[in-house]
């Protein structure tokens, strides 16, 4: 035992056998308020340093340095009876899934339910426990080294506030989204949360990284095709290497790799390979030593590539043009004006990166209909009703004008 303050007990575990214990008992509560320290400075995946979760007036500490088995901790993730708590969830499941191999069933994400709420899109832990509890928590330890070891009095104390509140603040919450009739709208989101968390390690996700790629949309159907495996290339290798994915190779070069490979093909010839491209002159801004270093990886990439066809590739859109802006901006006040009369957060019912999937999926191709209809999978189900039947006259008029 640590401290005991307000009435809360404080415990650090850093032993299986105490850890087993624990997650026994939690399989028998309802909810567990949690959160994770990390570092990420030079490591594709997220070093887990502390893992706090509150139950009850309990806090726990616990020490994944010393921590061997987290077998326990799934079967708790895995119940239906257990929601847990998260503030802006998003690293930590990707954390989970990194660290332990699986993520919670049933999550209540308290920045999410604040954004339903109006109370802010992206409002802090801090904010929103002032805005709730009018109970000031102090932050002078965001910025330490959550792996060194022993941990301070100081940064014990900080962990823990990070987990004291949320139960609370779920409770006053959870009860206004019931009230409004959001609360079916925010479990959906909270599974799509979820999902997407899954989704970022599975590999068929990293088949579309190259659409991420800086410039791609200026790419040849050919020089598309080299980029996506390419991009897959580093998307595997990162992982494996557990290095940054612009350690690897950067975007920039990536792109230069697929475009000169490309206009090589061009050119009349029957294949590429690094060497000839080096032989010919090009490639003379990357790093030598990376192209010695991955050169049969890199080749591979470019022979599977140079035998496929990057017109079946879903094309990465471009800067939109001026009557594509107006459409953005016309779907947008679509979206607050559905967002006021509902009483909503805007940015819930349809962000920017959200209405652009719908434009792209629109206008990029991706649907034998011109109706407006598609509805790309950024925006979750339960927006459909809400937004479609406008977007698709707004779709319309844009069509007419042009």
């Known amino acids: ?25 939690w399989l028998k509560v309802a909810s567990l308020a949690v ?56 690293e930590d499941l990707s954390v989970f899934l990194s660290q332990f191999g699986f993520v919670p ?13 109006g109370i802010g899109a992206n409002i802090s832990y801090a904010g929103l426990v002032s805005h709730c509890l ?3 928590v102090d932050k002078d330890a965001t910025r330490t080294d959550w792996l060194q070891r022993p941990l301070t009095d100081a940064q014990l104390s900080y962990a823990s506030a990070d987990v004291l509140y949320l139960n609370q603040i779920r409770e006053l919450l959870g ?8 609360d079916k709208w925010f479990a959906e989101e909270c599974s799509s949360l979820i999902a997407s968390a899954i989704s970022i390690e599975c590999e068929d996700s990293w088949l579309l990284a190259y659409r991420n790629v800086s410039n791609a949309w200026r790419l040849d159907d050919r020089g598309l095709a080299i980029l996506r495996e390419l991009a897959l290339w580093r998307e595997k290798t990162a992982r494996s290497r557990n290095k940054p994915r612009n350690w690897i190779v950067k ?11 490309s206009a090589y093909l061009r050119s009349g010839a029957s294949e590429v390979s690094c060497r000839l491209l080096r032989k010919e002159g090009v490639l003379k801004e990357l790093d030598s030593q990376f192209i010695l270093r991955n050169e049969e ?34 779907l947008q006040i679509s979206v607050e004006s559905h967002a006021n009369s509902l009483s909503i957060g805007a940015e819930v019912l349809g962000k920017k990166r959200q209405l652009l999937a719908y434009l792209e999926c629109n206008l990029g191709g991706l649907t034998d209909k011109n109706d407006g209809s598609c509805w790309p999978p950024e925006l979750s189900p339960w927006k459909k009703a809400i937004l479609l039947p406008e977007f698709q006259r707004i779709y319309s008029k844009h069509l007419s004008s042009n």
Not at 315 to 330: H, I, T, V, Y
Request: charged letters at 25%; proline letters at 3%.
């Open 297 to 330: 990886s890199l080749d591979a990439c470019l022979s599977m590539a140079a035998n496929r066809d990057g017109q079946l590739l879903s094309r990465p859109s471009g800067p939109l043009s001026k009557e594509q802006r107006s459409l953005l901006k016309k």
């Open 35 to 90: 959160d994770t320290e990390f570092m990420r400075t030079n490591t594709f995946y997220a070093k887990l340093g502390l893992l706090q979760v509150g139950e009850g007036n309990n806090v726990y500490l616990i020490d994944p340095l010393k921590i061997n088995d987290w077998t326990p901790l799934k079967s708790v993730c895995e119940s239906d009876s257990v929601e847990f708590i998260f503030h802006s969830c998003s």
């Open 1 to 25: 035992m640590i401290a005991s303050e307000i009435g809360t007990t404080i415990e650090f575990i850093d032993n299986d056998e105490a850890f087993t214990l624990l997650c026994a008992n």
């Open 251 to 261: 975007d920039a070069e990536l792109y230069d790799i697929a475009n000169t490979a």
């Open 105 to 117: 069933r049933r999550i209540f994400d308290t920045q999410l339910a604040a954004a339903f709420l």
């Open 175 to 182: 009860q206004e989204l019931v009230q409004r009739s959001f």
């Open 134 to 136: 009018d109970i000031e």
